[in-house]
């Protein structure tokens, strides 16, 4: 092989792995991200309101009771998985419901930052 077929070849290779780096970047960096503010919503349930924060609504649809919530609701939640979920209703069915957002700490599982981290979605009813 000469040395211009060498140059060739590596050359070659070099734009592969340049191809398949960007391919890759695109791949980690295209993930959705989606972030509304604020909405003017002409109709539906907001008509005449003007400004609506679209992040409250999201919110308000994601809250989970914590005395009538199932483990599929508590699932939902950031960091808590389905074991941990099934404990949290064996918890409530065992030492009745909970009286403010701050007992879900009592649930073996439910440390700080796991607390932190959920309890904007809880509430008590």
Do not use: H, W
Request: aromatic content about 8%; some cysteine; glycine content about 8%.
């Amino acid at each position: 092989m000469t040395k211009q077929e060498k140059t060739v070849i590596y050359f070659l290779i070099a734009i592969l792995v340049l191809g398949l780096a960007v391919k890759f970047y695109k791949a980690c960096s295209s993930r959705a991200r989606l972030k509304i503010e604020k909405v003017d919503l002409k109709t539906g349930p907001y008509l005449g309101v003007g400004k609506v924060d679209i992040n409250k609504i999201v919110k308000e649809k994601l809250l989970v009771k914590l005395n009538s919530a199932s483990a599929e609701d508590f699932a939902r939640l950031p960091g808590i998985g389905p074991g941990l979920a099934k404990r949290i209703v064996d918890y409530r069915d065992k030492n009745g419901s909970f009286v403010t957002i701050e007992d879900i700490n009592k649930v073996s599982g439910i440390g700080e930052k796991k607390y932190e981290a959920i309890k904007d979605f809880l509430v008590v009813e």
